[in-house]
């Protein structure tokens, strides 16, 4: 199990905390973004600086990822790519992406950017909080403590 990151979009404090969680359990993160991204310099963390060219980040994580990875990303389309591959997928505002909802959250996204690019667009997201770090925090505990458990029990059995 690895952790991969969409790191061009992900706020500095979830990156931290990805650090953090990642260094405490022993698990590699995997940050992908067109530019070197600061503080991701620690021990058992990777920066993969793709090619500055539209969808290459996502496209590395893409072929970075498998089945009992997880991903944070904001990107629902890499969302629904990483969700078809058996990837637990969460955006930092801890939303978890599921075979039950990708594909509506797709369509809704798809809407949003059509309204958008014929000028209709909507507001954007407001600013990172604290209250979307700790559902953020939240969400990533959840997952991790799910997916370790998953994998000891399967490793016990064997």
Known sequence: ????????????????????????????????????????????????????????????IAELAQSGDVAVSRD??????????GVTVINDRGRVYTKENINELLSLRNFTVALAENNMGIERTANYSKKDLKSFADSLDRVLTKMIRSRDTCSASV
């Open 76 to 85: 629902v389309p890499l969302a629904h790519r990483l969700v078809e591959k």
């Open 1 to 60: 199990m690895k952790i991969l990151v969409d790191a061009d979009s992900c706020p500095k404090e979830a990156r931290e905390l990805i650090i953090r969680r990642a260094a405490s359990l022993g698990i590699q993160a995997i940050f992908a973004a067109n530019r070197p991204i600061p503080g991701v310099e620690s021990s058992g963390m990777v920066m993969e600086i793709c090619p500055p060219l539209d969808g290459a980040a996502d496209s590395r």
